[in-house]
């Protein structure tokens, strides 16, 4: 193969300078805030749990709202458990997976036996899927289980369903002795309310919760995950997502969300980087805002804007309706 001179061809370089690749670089950065981290070590409490082979392994239930970070949280953790491919099978230490949309027991099922490499994942009844994955658990030493979009297992059924997948998971769930993570939207509590057994289970529990100004101190945390923001975006000059009086913008502009969070500031670097800007400010914030979270906003509810009128945009066709 012909050596081509790098800096020609080192397409890494020259896309590093561009709004949109410095934008990029700035959405896959990991924040490490305190929600975050509790929601880690719970996992890892979890996950301590199933490396004991327990009879009746701890499970754990981490709920939340769209967009506050609970596959961000799945992967992440995977990722620092990753698969290792041995001569005669693969080990996988973290098991983890998202519901379909219509889930069944045969389709989560072969869902499941996919992601542990089962070639004939689509083959067979319920049961004898259900007696490869406890076998298949054991061969590929997986010690954690995470499933995420739980709620659609909610969504779908009402009572008889729901005791169903119940039972279906502790039989797996008693068999394999590997605890289980269940992520998924705060309504996912209902179907553990609706198996008793299976509630002993997943007795723990963790709310990864949105960024809060209610009080003080939700407040001066909220401004500390701006400052750690702040820090990282590629300009000369401080910018002022993080300033005491625009704290509580980029709350009416988020409503706490980190997924909305990352987006507006992401917006707003691509914005800035475009027109040569040393900063992102509060007109770069405005139009950032309109851009990426709520495109038919008008001036008063643009939290940016000096009309703004203060309040959650949670009204219907607004960017957080639907949300608490
Ligand atoms: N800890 C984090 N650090 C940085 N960005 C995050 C973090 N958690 C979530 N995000 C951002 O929020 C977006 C939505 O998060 P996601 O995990 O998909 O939420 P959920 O699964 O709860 O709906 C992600 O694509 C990512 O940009
Ligand atoms: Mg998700």
Redesign the pocket.
């Known amino acids: 193969m012909t050596d081509f001179p790098k800096d020609l061809f080192d397409l890494s370089t020259t896309e590093l300078l561009t709004p949109i690749s410095q934008a990029v670089t700035f959405?896959r950065?990991?924040?490490h805030?305190p929600g975050?981290v509790g929601a880690i070590q719970a996992v890892e409490r979890c996950h301590a749990m199933g490396r004991h082979k327990l009879e009746e392994p701890d499970c754990l239930l981490v709920t939340?709202v769209?967009?506050?970070?609970?596959?961000?949280?799945r992967k992440t953790y995977a990722d620092r458990h990753p698969r290792v491919e041995l001569e005669d099978r693969t080990v996988i230490p973290v098991l983890h997976l998202e519901l379909p949309s219509q889930p069944t027991i045969k389709n989560v099922a072969e869902r499941i036996l996919m992601a542990m490499e089962d070639p004939f994942a689509a083959r067979g009844s319920a049961e004898s899927k259900t007696a490869r994955i406890i076998k298949l658990l054991a061969e590929c030493r997986v010690e954690l289980v995470i499933l995420d979009e739980f709620q659609h297992f909610v969504d779908r059924g009402r009572g008889v369903v729901d005791y169903k997948i119940a039972d279906w998971l502790k039989q797996i769930i008693n068999a394999a002795r590997v605890p289980f993570v269940l992520m998924g939207l705060p309504r996912c509590e209902r179907i553990l309310e609706a198996n008793e057994q299976l509630r002993r289970r997943f007795s723990a529990r963790f709310e990864l919760k949105p960024f809060s100004v209610r009080t003080k101190e939700s407040a001066r945390e909220f401004k500390r995950i701006l400052s750690t923001l702040n820090e990282e975006l590629p300009f000369p000059d401080r910018s002022v997502i993080a300033g005491a009086d625009v704290v509580s913008m980029m709350f009416y502009a988020t409503n706490g969300l980190?997924?909305y969070l990352?987006k507006l500031v992401s917006k707003g670097i691509e914005i800035a980087a475009n027109e040569e800007r040393n900063q992102i400010d509060l007109n770069v914030l405005a139009r950032a805002f309109s851009l990426a979270i709520f495109q038919q906003c008008s001036d008063e509810t643009n939290p940016f804007h000096p009309d703004f009128i203060r309040r959650v945009l949670n009204h219907q066709g607004e960017p957080f309706h639907g949300y608490a």
Request: with cysteine; hydrophobic share 35%.
């Open positions: 959405r950065q990991l924040i805030y975050f939340g769209s967009g506050c970070g609970k596959s961000t949280l980190i997924d990352i």
